[in-house]
């Protein structure tokens, strides 16, 4: 469903992505994984075609990202770790109608599907209040909602989980399994190798903008004759520090 | 797919409207600020005048005098006699003291110059108000006696009087002392107002979509950069429009209520005129707002946004206040190249009901460049990887 082929980005001299070429297939959730600045950031917004490429491409659903980004916009949805990104002044069916809208369904279709949403999000009792003085799990709901509000093939979610607490963060993940069960494929950037230990089915780790590792979690494990995931990141990172 | 912009616009005035801060700033304060300060500024004149000019307290030093017995007669002077005279001036118990030399009357009846001074507090507003009115009654009484002496060498007075000079406009139906006013001043707060009027907006819907973190969820949506740019700019256009309007609202309201110290300035504008002022002025705002967002754009947050529109403001203040006392009849046709300069021109030229076809065409071939520059200069900003993600 995604495939990166020798994806490199060049902001000036400083190459942030390196030829990094990975697969991701429907119902699948792959961790991408690496230290601050390591390009993770970079090759999702590439992928989800805010920046373009420097030279390689991805397909999203066989879609060039190159050729017809509108079209692979339409099938990709974002999560953002951090600041969620919601407007304010607008209640929270206003905020999620406006990114269905945008993301061209009909108004029948959007209001069935944020009726859905409302439903499965559990989120009915503040849909229609103003998104400023929501708590933070409320907000993260709402971001959720607007990811996929348009009913997305792929799932792209950058450190999803940054500063949250718990019970935030367990909205999240549950979130993405669901996403899994309904058959997208996803990618999952995060920094924490005991988060992707959890939810993916393979990892890809990058350091500064290199591919270093591509395969499945339990061969890496496997790999490293059962050592703690953790050591195992810094291992394969320290090594290409040297 | 083409009125996704519409989506944006719609969303973003919405937006924009329950943001009471916006309102108020764009819609509510110019709409009252003018007719409250004007209200407020011809209040305190009328009443400072009013209460002096009713009991116009002096005080009087000297002997008797016939001038003395003049200024008695006079029924709002009130005479106060007063040994401290300078004291009482400068606490203000008496607005100001006339110092009548001793032989005043000798002197007079000699035909010779007689003095009067007047003391008075040169930072009192009273004071200076009093120093109108007895200036008056002395002048009243200086003619009096010209009269007098001159009649009593049997000359008319009209001898001092040789040249009648009679002020006659060459069109008595437009001789309106309001038009020029408004030539000088409404160019220049259309371009102000043009400045002011979408800041708020373009910095809310640029830096501001930029520092909240929702720029980047939009950049993936199916909306192209130039439809999400096209929306913004737009509800930032109206925002200034409406920004412009209840300002020359508030500004009417302004003049024609509480400026009744200044008279009536009496305005006659043609329909026509309106339009083609209401034209310019929407177009002025377009740029502007093109301009800004470009600016807000670039910034990382509300407040770097507002860092670098500042000097945009200033800028503009320039060159209109440039214009300001630019006689339009005089101005050659080459000076409707000059950006705003040609705006401010063209405005006056309406105001007074000139349509001349060239500097119109002149005038918005170059404001249409301008639109499509400053647009440019904004899809420019916006589709710059560097710029957009500049946080």
Request: charged residues 25%; proline residues 2%.
């Amino acid at each position: 469903m995604i495939e990166v082929i020798g994806l490199t980005k060049k902001f000036k001299e400083v190459t942030a992505v390196d030829n990094v070429s990975f697969k991701v297939d429907a119902g699948e959730i792959v961790g991408l994984l690496g230290e601050n600045g390591a390009g993770k950031t970079t090759t999702l917004r590439m992928i989800s075609t805010m920046l373009k490429p420097t030279s390689g491409t991805a397909k999203v659903c066989g879609l060039d990202l190159l050729k017809e980004p509108d079209k692979v916009r339409k099938k990709i949805g974002i999560l953002f770790g951090g600041e969620v990104g919601l407007y304010d002044r607008l209640t929270a069916r206003e905020n999620i109608k406006y990114f269905a809208d945008l993301g061209g369904l009909s108004s029948e279709e959007a209001n069935k599907n944020i009726e859905l949403l409302a439903e499965m999000l559990d989120m009915k009792e503040y849909i229609d209040r103003r998104v400023g003085k929501f708590s933070r799990g409320m907000k993260q709901k709402v971001a959720i909602a607007r990811a996929i509000v348009h009913n997305p093939d792929v799932m792209l979610f950058d450190e999803p989980t940054i500063g949250l607490d718990v019970s935030s963060s367990a909205i999240v993940q549950d979130f993405i399994l669901d996403c899994k069960k309904k058959g997208r494929a996803i990618i999952f950037s995060s920094h924490s190798m005991r988060e992707v230990e959890k939810l993916c089915d393979r990892v890809v780790i990058i350091h500064k903008g290199r591919l270093v590792y591509d395969g499945r979690v339990e061969d890496l494990r496997r790999e490293y004759n059962g050592e703690d995931l953790e050591k195992v990141f810094l291992r394969l990172v320290g090594d290409k520090n040297e | 797919m083409s009125n996704l912009w519409g989506i944006v616009f719609k969303k973003e005035l919405k937006d924009l409207f329950r943001d009471r801060k916006t309102v108020i700033m764009s819609v509510v304060l110019p709409l009252v600020l003018f007719p409250l300060l004007f209200g407020l500024i011809g209040k305190g004149v009328k009443s400072t005048t009013e209460k002096v000019t009713k009991e116009v307290k002096i005080a009087y030093v000297g002997g008797e005098s016939s001038f003395k017995k003049f200024l008695s007669n006079v029924p709002n002077i009130k005479l106060i006699e007063t040994k401290d005279y300078q004291e009482e001036v400068r606490k203000g118990s008496v607005y100001l003291a006339v110092v009548v030399e001793e032989d005043f009357d000798k002197k007079l009846a000699q035909d010779k110059m007689s003095d009067i001074k007047i003391i008075y507090d040169s930072e009192s507003t009273n004071s200076q108000t009093a120093l109108d009115v007895v200036e008056d009654i002395i002048n009243k009484y200086k003619d009096e006696i010209v009269k007098r002496r001159l009649e009593a060498r049997g000359i008319d007075v009209s001898i001092l009087n040789p040249i009648d000079i009679k002020n006659e406009p060459i069109d008595k139906e437009k001789a309106n002392q309001g038009a020029l006013i408004l030539t000088m001043l409404l160019p220049l707060y259309l371009i102000i107002y043009a400045i002011t009027g979408p800041m708020a907006a373009a910095v809310d819907l640029g830096a501001g979509e930029k520092e909240r973190g929702t720029l980047e969820p939009l950049l993936t949506t199916q909306a192209s950069r130039m439809q999400l740019l096209f929306g913004k700019l737009l509800a930032i256009s109206v925002m200034g429009i409406i920004g412009t309007t209840s300002s020359l609202t508030g500004l009417y309201i302004a003049f024609k209520y509480s400026m009744d110290f200044m008279g009536d300035v009496g305005l006659n504008i043609s329909i026509g005129s309106l339009i083609l002022i209401g034209i310019t002025a929407i177009i002025l705002n377009m740029i502007f707002a093109a301009v800004e967002l470009a600016i807000s754009i670039y910034a990382r947050s509300f407040k770097e946004a507002q860092t670098y529109l500042s000097p945009v403001t200033i800028i503009g203040m320039i060159v209109a206040y440039g214009t300001y006392m630019m006689d339009v009849k005089s101005a050659s046709t080459i000076m409707f190249n000059i950006p705003l300069a040609n705006v401010s021109l063209i405005i006056k030229e309406f105001i007074i009901g000139i349509y001349n076809p060239v500097h119109i065409a002149i005038t918005f071939a170059w404001a249409l460049v301008y639109i499509i520059a400053a647009i440019l200069f904004a899809r420019y900003m916006f589709s710059k990887e560097e710029v957009v993600f500049r946080t």
